[in-house]
């Protein structure tokens, strides 16, 4: 059974950065595709940015340049780093952990972007 727990959400000002990091609990977590997705109110959950199992990343069109998506196999974890943030950034964040038909989901982590 895969569990995946998001840290490091919070309240940060226009231009500020974060870090938010996934924790994997579980088997195998290398062999995982990783991705963080958001989802602001009203609004469809979209994917964020991916990191395959063998470290190739994806991202969106709107964070390209500013988040930058990584993954530590020793310690189970997938980070994303986000800068340059922008109130259109706020939302709710989730991690992801997918493999053949098996995906996992965080419980999200809130991120605000307000001055």
């Known amino acids: 059974q895969v569990q995946l727990a998001e840290l490091g959400g919070g309240l940060v000002q226009p231009g500020g950065s974060l870090r938010l990091s996934c924790v994997f609990s579980?088997?195998?977590?290398?062999?995982?595709?990783m991705g963080w997705y958001r989802q602001a109110p009203g609004k469809q959950r979209e994917l964020v940015a991916a990191?395959?199992?063998?470290?190739?990343?994806n991202y969106a069109d709107s964070v390209k340049g500013r988040f930058t998506i990584s993954r530590d196999n020793d310690k189970h974890t997938v980070y994303l780093r986000m800068n340059s943030l922008k109130p259109e950034d706020t939302a709710v964040y989730y991690c992801?952990?997918?493999?053949?038909?098996?995906?996992?989901w965080g419980q999200g982590t809130q991120v605000t972007v307000s001055s």
């Open positions: 992801n952990a997918g493999r053949l038909r098996l995906s996992y």
């Open positions: 579980g088997l195998a977590f290398s062999i995982y595709d």
């Open positions: 990191i395959s199992s063998f470290d190739s990343t």
